[in-house]
């Protein structure tokens, strides 16, 4: 069977973005009888499923709830969440035969590699009848009266619906651009300043030394500041510090502000120190403290003068081990800044969701166009709940009809 030149070039939907919102859209959209295209400029599919989660795609998170996601409007996400849930997203994977498990917190990931996520993702497009075109740039967008009409380096395209599902800034060497930005910007919507999230954060001076001096050292922590708390892994770094807890941590953070950090989270530290002393009055805060913590901590917490240096605990009130308890479980610092695009996986704010759909992502500007995924401000936490809002993102756009 062969299309005429003006078939090969006229769809029902083209979607800009072959990652996992785009792709899945493509696929639902298909099922639903739609005559679809998913563009990329990339050379190859869903690279960031590709090295997620080291690899082996943290491809949902089991808890997942509203709640997990930062947005200017927190109750915009309810609506998809609800509607596409992780079980639905697991029922498909048990369909392709795809193993998975569960780690710490409900993180879901592959048995096997993220590369078998992908395979589902392109060969439910194709078997959709959706078209992939990779390696393809697009150098205008315009309004036309059926719909939309793009420019791209495959030649023009036309389209009754525009889905823009190209993702925000994090990781530019895997290609990210503003793409999704500017089309917004370009048909009267605004965009919230985007900012690096699940990041890590630097650090300048004595700061900077010490981290770096204990740099690989990793320790359980409670991150916070007045609007989140993290109880995760935090890790030393040669430039700051990273881990869980503190990428999290880092989407709440602004500019110039401080975090505190409980280092004795979980712990009841005050009462293990007072029974240390009973039972061994000669030794040193220090030693006490080693039960409790990293041995290479507590040298770096004694030198920053954050623990007093006691040679005799038998010398210390009870006052004053909860002194010591209190300093160290509200152990405030503040960062330089972060990463930055570079290493940040996500990208938070993004399209103003004041101008879409919450039920089926459409702008409430310009009917026919879409917004999904990661270029909409709505951030998840770390963990698999950001490719969640790509599922239910894209499957509620799909749905529109």
Known sequence: MTHSAHNMSQFDAVVVGAGAAGLFYGARAGELGLRVLVVDHAAKPAEKVRISGGGRCNFTNRHTRPENFISGNPHFAKSALARFTPQDFIDRLARHNIGWHEKALGQLFCDGRSGAIIDMLTGELAQSGGTLRLGTTIDDVARTENGFCLNTSGGIVNCDRLVIASGGLS????????????????????????????????????????????????????????RAAFDEAMLFTHRGLSGPAILQISSYWAERETITLDLLSGLEAATALKNFKS???????????????????????????????????????????????????????????????????????????????????????????????????????????????????????????
């Open 171 to 226: 990781i530019p060497k895997m290609g990210a651009s503003g793409f999704a930005y500017d089309v917004a910007r370009q048909f009267g919507h605004t965009v919230i300043d985007p900012r690096p999230a699940l990041v890590p954060f630097v650090f300048e001076g004595r700061d900077k030394v010490d981290f770096a001096a204990i740099s690989g050292l990793s320790c359980p922590v409670q991150a916070r500041n007045d």
């Open 279 to 401: 039972d061994h009055p000669k030794k040193s805060l220090a030693s006490a403290l080693e039960t409790l913590l990293p041995n290479r901590l507590v040298g770096l917490l004694t030198e920053r003068g954050d623990i007093p240096e006691m040679p005799r605990l038998a010398d210390m009130s009870h006052a004053g081990i909860e002194s010591v308890v209190t300093g160290l479980s509200n152990w405030t610092i503040k960062p330089a800044g972060t990463e930055g695009w570079r290493t940040a996986e996500v990208t938070a704010g993004g399209i103003d969701t004041d101008g879409l759909s919450s039920a089926t992502m459409e702008s409430r500007i310009v009917p026919g166009l879409y917004f999904i995924g990661e270029c909409v401000d709505v951030t998840g936490w770390l963990g698999g709940y950001n490719f969640q809002w790509a599922w239910a993102s894209a499957s509620a756009a799909a749905r529109a009809g």
